[in-house]
């Protein structure tokens, strides 16, 4: 069993193209033991976004704080506190703070 505070994780800046304003903290990984899933909490700075991009897993998300909106295909949707989000394998999406204060999630994939 592993117990820790996120804020003990250092946060690492997204360096991908087409992202601006990201960070990422790797909250639980194979590196920690974890046999099927990786957890990742994800930071957008206001203005910031994600790639528009794809990949064959899927992911879930869950908002925790502030306002923004994820893209999927042509699709855009508002998400708030408490949002959940299903990202299907070789969807297109991206994520974007639309708000004023840093727009905070979950990010779970498989490992």
């Given amino acids: 069993m ?17 992202a601006s304003g990201v960070k990422k903290r790797v909250l639980i990984s194979e590196t920690d033991g974890a046999p099927n899933f990786i957890m990742r909490r994800f930071t957008i700075e206001p203005g910031g976004h994600t790639p528009y ?9 869950y908002v925790l704080s502030g306002t923004g909106q994820v893209r ?9 506190a408490g949002a959940v989000v299903l990202v299907l394998p ?9 708000g004023s204060e840093p727009l905070d999630f979950l990010c779970t994939i498989p490992r």
């Fill in 2 to 18: 592993i117990i820790r505070k996120y804020s003990d994780i250092e946060a690492e800046d997204v360096i991908m193209e087409e």
């Fill in 53 to 61: 991009h794809t990949h064959p897993w899927e992911h879930e998300v």
């Fill in 90 to 98: 070789d969807e297109e999406h991206n994520f974007v703070n639309i």
């Fill in 72 to 80: 999927l295909g042509e699709t855009s949707h508002e998400l708030s």
